[in-house]
Nanobody, 125 residues
């Protein structure tokens, strides 16, 4: 089971980025996906989660209205995207996607069994 996060980069304040999390090697049919981030010197912070069906979505208050999470079940795998808009310097962090073998997502990183390697997002002022 592998998760591959991509799409990070350098962007100016107010800009946008679209992160992707591609999953491979799944044996479970139902799994939720969460995005977390970790800024330098800080702990891992919940950003957003989406259920296996895509119908249950949650956001951290700090990103609500600016970020959108969705999942794409086309082709042979499942990819989860995180569309980030109106980016602020405070959004600078390494962004990780994680998968949980359960229908519903969670705000706690301890509830996720699988993690991607992270992708760096830098927002300049």
């Amino acid at each position: 089971v592998q998760l591959q996060a991509s799409g990070g980069g350098l962007v100016r304040t107010g800009g946008s980025l679209r992160l992707s999390c591609a999953a491979s090697g799944w044996i479970a049919n139902d799994y939720a996906v969460g995005w977390f981030r970790q800024a330098p010197g800080k702990g891992r912070e919940f950003v957003a989660s989406i259920s296996s069906s895509g119908r249950n979505i949650a956001y951290a208050d700090s990103v609500k209205g600016r970020f959108t999470i969705d999942r794409d079940r086309e082709n042979t795998g499942s990819t989860v995207h995180l569309q980030m808009s109106s980016l602020e310097p405070e959004d600078t962090a390494i962004y990780y996607c994680a998968a949980r073998v359960w229908r519903l997502g969670s705000r706690s990183p301890d509830d996720y069994e699988y993690w991607g390697q992270g992708t760096l997002v830098t927002v300049s002022s």
